[in-house]
């Protein structure tokens, strides 16, 4: 496995590489989360590169990018384990030139949810996706379905500006249903014990669907009824949206989004399930 720094260094290590190339970027504090899109991107095709870069862009709150967690030499080994080729790991020079001056944003999938919640979030997202995409022109890249809207807003990015292929990967979770995340790491022992509360009213929400409920505000009260039974749980939205266009919805008639985000002290959680 190769690492490399400078955008010239990794020119030359994917001249390198054979095609089809898969590409995984990520944050780093890698976890078997990120080990799962890379050991996908491994059978699919034939190079596996791994980005891993804390985007400042995409933090709309300072302390957050200030305690994201760290941690390069534990990064590098996860990305050998799971097969990776190349790890490109570019300092914020080496994605933003002096003189960068480009947006790229994603219009009506980034108004609700995480947008509403995260201004400029979602922008910071597309942003370095696109520039990640440009420089290194994979023929897939792989993203989880955890960070279901931000999901769906890059593979309507790829798709519009004919970028790549996106696929989009299972959530790998705690035997306990807590979904992996390297902001889990933040949570103190009693929030950490109460988390799994977010799987569960998922999943009852889920239930109340495949016991014949269709009203979505149902849906949405029983999740809530749920995570109402943990104190530490703060919620900050519940959502019960159309799966392509996360219209919110009155009436579940076809493939929904269910999803939430949820604090524990200062860390925020996210998560979602596919009903319908
Ligand atoms: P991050 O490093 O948090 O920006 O995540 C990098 C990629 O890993 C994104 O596509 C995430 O959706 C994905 N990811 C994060 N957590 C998980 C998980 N528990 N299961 C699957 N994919 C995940």
């Not at 590098?76 to 020079?93: F, H, I, Y």
Request: charged fraction near 25%; proline fraction near 6%.
């Amino acid at each position: 496995m190769e690492v490399v720094r400078s955008r010239d260094q990794l020119r030359s290590a994917l001249g390198a590489l054979p095609r089809p190339l898969g590409l995984v970027p990520t944050m780093g504090w890698l976890h078997a989360g990120h080990g799962a899109l890379i050991a996908r991107a491994r059978i699919e095709c034939r190079a596996v590169a791994v980005s891993i870069f804390v985007n400042p862009r995409q933090f709309d709150d300072p302390a957050d990018l200030e305690r994201y967690p760290r941690g390069e030499a534990r990064d590098l080994s996860l990305c050998a384990e799971a097969g990776a080729d190349l790890v490109w790991v570019p300092a914020v020079e080496d994605v933003y030139p002096p003189g960068f001056d480009t947006a790229v944003t994603v219009e009506r999938l980034t108004l609700p949810l995480e947008g509403a919640a995260r201004p400029g979030h979602f922008a910071g997202v597309t942003t370095v996706v696109a520039i990640l995409f440009g420089v290194v022109r994979p023929d897939r890249a792989y993203f989880g379905e955890k960070d279901g809207q931000q999901l769906r807003v890059i593979d309507r990015m790829a798709r519009d500006l004919h970028l790549t292929e996106v696929i989009g990967c299972p959530t790998v979770r705690e035997p306990d249903g807590l979904a992996l995340s390297s902001r889990n790491v933040h949570l103190d022992a009693e929030d950490r014990a109460a988390a799994p509360v977010i799987r569960r009213a998922l999943l009852a929400g889920r239930d109340a669907w495949a016991d014949g409920e269709r009203a979505a505000e149902a849906i949405r009260d029983r999740v809530g009824d749920v995570l109402a039974t943990e104190p530490r749980a703060v919620v900050e939205y519940i959502s019960c949206a159309d799966d392509t266009t996360l219209d919110e919805l009155e009436r579940i008639e076809g493939p929904a989004l269910l999803s939430l985000a949820v604090r524990f002290g200062t860390t925020r959680l996210v998560d979602n399930i596919r009903i319908g």
